[in-house]
T-cell receptor, first 109, second 114 residues
Framework: AQRVTQPEKLLSVFKGAPVELKCNYS??????LFWYVQYSRQRLQLLLR??SRESIKGFTADLNKGETSFHLKKPFAQEEDSAMYYC???????????FGKGTKLSVKP | DAGVTQSPTHLIKTRGQQVTLRCSPK?????VSWYQQALGQGPQFIFQ???????QRGNFPDRFSGHQFPNYSSELNVNALLLGDSALYLC?????????????FGNGTRLTVT
């Protein structure tokens, strides 16, 4: 079955510390993976997608097919990074995403 | 550009009633997907519409139905409401011909079933 697992409900770090939000997936075939973010009182929005291999707001994510992981990393967390982060996998088409339960990142000053 | 707009923002219904939620996609988008987000969970795919037809469906009962209009806007209908239908319902739009365009989400409709 296709599934996305985010093991941490809450991750709390201090400003300037490294951050890693974990995401593991279950998918037969070549997965297409995303990270979505929801800042306080804002709508859910795309942060990055693995096929773009880009860095957005200092965040990167590498697809590890051997470990079936797509962890989100940032070397130095900022207070404005505090938000809800969701890892997602394309289920059947671009609009059909399978989301994890999300991790709430709290960056303390 | 207002992006994806959803109405109403909040709704309270009684068990057994029917509800209709509405969504206008981002300008230039022709595809609408609906998601249900229960408290503490990630969004769960309900179905997707383009060219006025349901194209994909998630694991939801037939009580959940939808419609897409010629102007690409969409409705989500839920019949015989259950307490467990209480959730945030999200609409997302995309451009079917631009595979690299990301999903754009609305702010959602908060449905409470009592």
């Amino acid at each position: 079955a296709q599934r996305v697992t985010q093991p941490e409900k809450l991750l709390s770090v201090f400003k300037g510390a490294p951050v890693e939000l974990k995401c593991n997936y279950s998918y037969s075939g070549s997965p297409e993976l995303f990270w979505y973010v929801q800042y306080s009182r804002q709508r859910l929005q795309l942060l990055l997608r693995h096929i773009s291999r880009e860095s957005i707001k200092g965040f990167t994510a590498d697809l590890n097919k051997g470990e079936t992981s797509f962890h989100l990393k940032k070397p130095f967390a900022q207070e404005e990074d505090s938000a809800m982060y969701y890892c997602a996998l394309v289920g059947g088409s671009q609009g059909n995403l399978i989301f994890g339960k999300g991790t709430k990142l709290s960056v303390k000053p | 550009d207002a992006g994806v707009t959803q109405s109403p923002t909040h709704l309270i219904k009684t068990r057994g009633q029917q509800v209709t939620l509405r969504c206008s996609p981002k300008s230039g988008h022709d595809t609408v997907s609906w998601y249900q987000q229960a408290l503490g969970q990630g969004p769960q795919f309900i179905f997707q519409y383009y060219e006025e037809e349901e194209r994909q469906r998630g694991n939801f009962p037939d009580r959940f139905s939808g419609h897409q209009f010629p102007n690409y806007s969409s409705e989500l209908n839920v019949n015989a409401l259950l307490l467990g239908d209480s959730a945030l319902y999200l609409c997302a739009s995309s451009d079917r011909l631009d595979y690299n365009s990301p999903l754009h989400f609305g702010n959602g409709t908060r449905l409470t079933v009592t």
